[in-house]
């Protein structure tokens, strides 16, 4: 998917759904909603765009599992599914994170080292509903990559700039004020400068558990070894 630039043209105005797009929303949920289900006991979030709502047809399906489990129970979970896996993680000081795609749009990431409260936070931010609010079809507010607050309607949603009301972002979103700032100076700073790339992007290979893969990266980076020891890792 094209990277996507910051908007800041116009203050507030109202999408409306063509029926195309909707049915993009539901065929989309329907696949989130069959992946999470194999995954219930983990308490999975979906969440981005499938989640507020605003899709496209090339959006992607996002699921994260909140808590830090070991790997082979969630495999286990999507046995027959799981294709690709990685260890990524954003920045050295960023959170590490296991991540399984079940086909070229649909991914499930998972905590490889106990995640904080404001990087749980980040999932709210961009908008994030539990099996139940799948299965009900409930739609959440949540801000895009391009720092638009996507608020949702019956007839689609309502667009909002993110800019300059930060403090009305958390109380909508029930984040900090904190998070709003950072993601802001993050996207903004990306959108002048370039995505630098990503600090970890590794494969697992099919016959290395996540830990196993985790433990022989963190033994030649200090940066990774050192959030592990923090955390709680492997």
Known sequence: MPREKVVRVWDEREVVYTPKRWRYLWEKREK???????LSQFDPLLYGSVA???????????????????????????????????IV???????????????EETTVTFPLIEPTDRELEFYRWGGAIDLWGVKTKERVPGVNKKLILIIPTEKGHIEREVVGRESEVAKILGVSVDIVTERVHVLTRRDSIGRTGIYLNEEVPDWMSFEEALKIIA????????????RGGV
């Open 32 to 38: 989130a909603l069959k992946v999470m289900e194999r």
């Open 52 to 86: 507020r709502g605003d899709v496209r047809r090339d959006s992607d399906i996002d699921i994260f599992i909140p808590i830090r489990v070991p790997s082979y129970l969630i495999e286990l979970a999507l046995e027959g599914l799981v294709g690709r896996r990685r």
């Open 89 to 103: 993680m954003a920045t050295p000081w960023h959170l590490i994170k296991g991540v399984i795609e079940i086909d």
């Open 219 to 230: 033994d030649r980076d200090p940066n990774v070894r050192k959030k592990v020891r923090e």
